[in-house]
C-alpha cells in the first residue's frame, strides 16, 4: 500500500511571502491532519478533516494558515504571509476514520520549511 | 497543550543495551500510543496499550501501562544502532486527536 505523499520536500522562503504545501493521504483513509513539528518538540495539531470537512482546527492560526481538502482526497496547507517563527517540519498524516480511538496514524515525510 | 511528556529529553546507550524511556500524561485515557521518528522522515506507529493492559510486547518492544500513576514506559531490548531515532508517546485530547509529547532522543552506538 502507498504512503502518504507529501511535496515539496523543503522549502526556503523569505518572510511575508506566501508558500503552500501538498499532501495525498492513504487510499481510502477518510481523516487527513496537519501537524506541525517544531524542532526538537513533538507534532502538534493544526488541523483535522473528516473526509472534506474540518473536525478541528483550533489550534490553526487563521490569520496566516488556510488548509483545504477538495473531494475529500487531498489536501493543500497555506502560509500567507510566512513569519521566522513558522519554520518547521510540516507533517501531514492519515487514517482510516475518525472517532475511533485505536485509530492509529500514518505520516508522510514532512515538508521542512525555513523562514529567512 | 501536550498531554504526554517523555522522560529523559535524551538517552545515550551501546548497541546491544537495553533502552527505556517513559512517558507521564495528564488525563484519563483509553489507551496510549508510542510511535518512532528517523531523523528526517515522518512518525511511525509502533504500538497501541489499551487502558485495560498493563503490558504488552512487539518484537523487541515492551510497553507498559500504569493507569494509576498515568504512566507508560517503552522498552527497548537489545538495541541496535538502527534503533536511533525519537521516541513520542501519543493520547488523545478532548477532540478525538492525537497528542504528541515531546519525544526522548535515542542515540545507539555501535
Known amino acids: 500500500e502507498a504512503g502518504v505523499a507529501q511535496s515539496p520536500r523543503y522549502k526556503i522562503i523569505e518572510k511575508r511571502q506566501s508558500v503552500a504545501f501538498w499532501c495525498n493521504p492513504i487510499?481510502?483513509?477518510?481523516?487527513l491532519y496537519w501537524y506541525q513539528q517544531i524542532l526538537g518538540q513533538g507534532p502538534k495539531l493544526l488541523i483535522q478533516?473528516?473526509?472534506?470537512?474540518?473536525?478541528?482546527d483550533s489550534q490553526l492560526p487563521k490569520d496566516r494558515f488556510s488548509a483545504e481538502r477538495l473531494k475529500g482526497v487531498d489536501s493543500t496547507l497555506k502560509i500567507q504571509p510566512a513569519k521566522l517563527e513558522d519554520s518547521a517540519v510540516y507533517l501531514c498524516?492519515?487514517?482510516?476514520?475518525?472517532?475511533?480511538?485505536?485509530?492509529?496514524?500514518?505520516f508522510g515525510s514532512g515538508t521542512q520549511l525555513s523562514v529567512l | 497543550s501536550q498531554q504526554g511528556e517523555e522522560d529523559p529529553q535524551a538517552l545515550s546507550i551501546q548497541e546491544g543495551e537495553n533502552a527505556t524511556m517513559n512517558c507521564s500524561y495528564k488525563?484519563?485515557?483509553?489507551?496510549l500510543q508510542w510511535y518512532r521518528q528517523n531523523s528526517g522522515r515522518g512518525l511511525v506507529h509502533l504500538i497501541l496499550?489499551?487502558?485495560?493492559?498493563r503490558e504488552k510486547h512487539s518484537g523487541r518492544l515492551r510497553v507498559t501501562l500504569d493507569t494509576s500513576k498515568k504512566s507508560s514506559s517503552l522498552l527497548i531490548t537489545a538495541s541496535r544502532a538502527a534503533d536511533t531515532a525519537s521516541y513520542f508517546c501519543?493520547?488523545?485530547?478532548?477532540?478525538?486527536?492525537?497528542?504528541f509529547g515531546k519525544g526522548t532522543k535515542l542515540s545507539v552506538k555501535p
Open positions: 498524516a492519515s487514517s482510516r476514520m475518525w472517532g475511533a480511538t485505536n485509530e492509529k496514524l500514518f
Open positions: 487510499s481510502g483513509h477518510a481523516t
Open positions: 478533516f473528516q473526509n472534506n470537512g474540518v473536525v478541528d
Open positions: 488525563t484519563s485515557i483509553n489507551n
Open positions: 496499550i489499551r487502558s485495560n493492559e
Open positions: 501519543a493520547t488523545r485530547g478532548s477532540q478525538g486527536n492525537l497528542i
